[in-house]
């Protein structure tokens, strides 16, 4: 079973940075893509960033420019560097994480959430 824990969310006011980090723990083979979702009152979740396993990037418009994803294998660690936050930034933010157990299992884990929020 690998488990993902996020940590780095807060109260910032717009215009301001936050750090988020997830850490994938168990016994992991691989981890192919990792990502980060979010989810506001009353919405669906939705992508925000991803990474495959080569580095490769994929953002939600809303967040081009603004936020930057990135990942730590020898940590199994993803990043998602948020600056020049908006309101409309604020949600609960969840990482997931896509591969292969050290029992040859694949996993798809997400993490517990992070409340990020964002005042004007």
């Known amino acids: 079973q690998v488990q993902l824990v996020e940590s780095g969310g807060g109260l910032v006011q717009a215009g301001g940075s936050l750090r988020l980090s997830c850490a994938a723990s168990?016994?992991?083979?691989?981890?192919?893509?990792m990502g980060w979702y979010r989810q506001a009152p009353g919405k669906e979740r939705e992508l925000v960033a991803a990474i495959s396993s080569v580095g490769s990037t994929n953002y939600a418009d809303s967040v081009k420019g603004r936020f930057t994803i990135s990942r730590v294998d020898a940590k199994n660690t993803v990043y998602l560097q948020m600056n020049s936050l908006k309101p409309e930034d604020t949600a609960v933010y969840y990482c997931s994480a896509r591969g292969t157990t050290g029992w040859g299992k694949s996993f798809d884990s997400w993490g517990q959430g992070t409340q990020v929020t964002v005042t004007s």
């Open positions: 168990g016994i992991i083979f691989s981890i192919n893509a």
